[in-house]
């Protein structure tokens, strides 16, 4: 039976429906196949199993002016990687990295220890002490996300990874992993499989 395609209406009524299905259906493949698990799984990365697909909207209202004519975003949570020691990319573990040694210097001077250098050097007591603030600097997960957006016919496939800003994990705070421009033409040829391979 042929599939009954609809206006979806967080489009621009510019954007053809056909894409509009298109984009839908790459998103629906994304999140019904796991592919962001898939992801976490290549790194020896734990899904937390909070997965969403959502609309990405270019239409405007109260609060939002779109930057875009519309789309799809897919995301999930991973446990984060300071507990596995297992990274997605560079620049987490760095952050990561940023945030103990912060932590440590902190430690240091509330107890007024400066010239310690080594973890080694404290006692049990103090040692466990140090895990537990450190602990309290990272947050327990990080957020992996595909949009899938167009803008002015043209189609933006975008993975990124937002690992620094909990709880909100605002966009404009992610770290674009892969991101490939396709013109609709060659958006609506390509399947699911070839378009995910493109940015994964």
């Known amino acids: 039976m042929e599939k009954l395609l609809k206006n979806e209406s967080h489009f621009k009524s510019i954007v053809k429906v056909i894409t509009q299905s298109r984009m839908r259906d790459l998103a629906t493949f994304i999140f019904e196949q796991d592919k962001l698990s898939s992801l976490g799984e290549e790194v020896n990365r734990e899904s937390i199993g909070a997965k969403t697909l959502e609309c990405?909207?270019?239409?405007?209202?109260?609060?939002?002016w779109p930057f875009q004519d519309g789309g799809f975003e897919v995301s999930e949570f991973f446990v984060n990687g300071w507990y596995t020691n297992t990274y997605f990319v560079k620049e987490e573990e760095e952050f990561n990295e940023f945030l103990s040694a912060r932590a440590w210097k902190d430690f240091l001077e509330e107890n007024d220890k400066p010239?310690?250098?080594?973890?080694?050097?404290?006692?049990?007591?103090?040692?466990?002490?140090?895990d537990e603030i450190e602990h309290a600097y990272f947050e327990d997960e990080v957020l992996l996300r595909v949009v899938i957006s167009i803008k002015d016919g043209a189609i933006s496939l975008s993975k990124r990874i937002n690992y620094c800003d909990a709880p909100y994990y605002r966009h404009s705070n992610d770290l674009i992993l892969n991101e490939k421009d396709l013109s609709e033409k060659e958006f609506l040829k390509l399947s699911n499989e070839q378009l995910w391979e493109l940015i994964k």
């Open 56 to 64: 990405v909207s270019g239409v405007p209202y109260d609060g939002w």
């Open 115 to 130: 010239s310690l250098t080594a973890y080694h050097e404290l006692s049990i007591e103090k040692q466990e002490e140090f």
